[in-house]
């Protein structure tokens, strides 16, 4: 059974940090390419971040300089370590494995910028 499990997610003033991660099991992490997606209320999902397999990286332009992406395939984990955190990036952020055949997805978690 796949599971991809987020956490790390809460409640943080404005120019906080937090560290997203997403542990992986039941599936061969590391050949699957891992997006951070995020929704915020009343608004489409959007792509925020990919680690591809092989470790290359890629950030929408408004988390760049901020946001940071990476992932540990021994420990079958994605990361998302977010920066300087603005009140516009409170949203359910969710992870999502993918490859040419698959796609799973976490269950979510939220992240709260407020004062």
């Known amino acids: 059974q796949v599971q991809l499990v987020e956490s790390g997610g809460g409640l943080v003033q404005p120019g906080g940090s937090l560290r997203l991660s997403c542990k992986a099991s039941?599936?061969?992490?590391?050949?699957?390419?891992m997006n951070w997606y995020r929704q915020a209320p009343g608004k489409q999902r959007e792509l925020v971040a990919t680690t591809a397999s092989a470790g290359r990286v890629n950030l929408v332009d408004s988390v760049k300089g901020r946001f940071t992406v990476s992932r540990d395939n021994a420990k079958n984990t994605a990361y998302l370590q977010m920066n300087n955190l603005k009140s516009e990036d409170t949203a359910v952020y969710y992870c999502?494995?993918?490859?040419?055949?698959?796609?799973?997805w976490g269950q979510g978690t939220q992240v709260t910028v407020s004062s």
């Open positions: 039941g599936i061969n992490f590391s050949i699957y390419r």
């Open positions: 999502n494995a993918v490859n040419s055949v698959s796609s799973y």
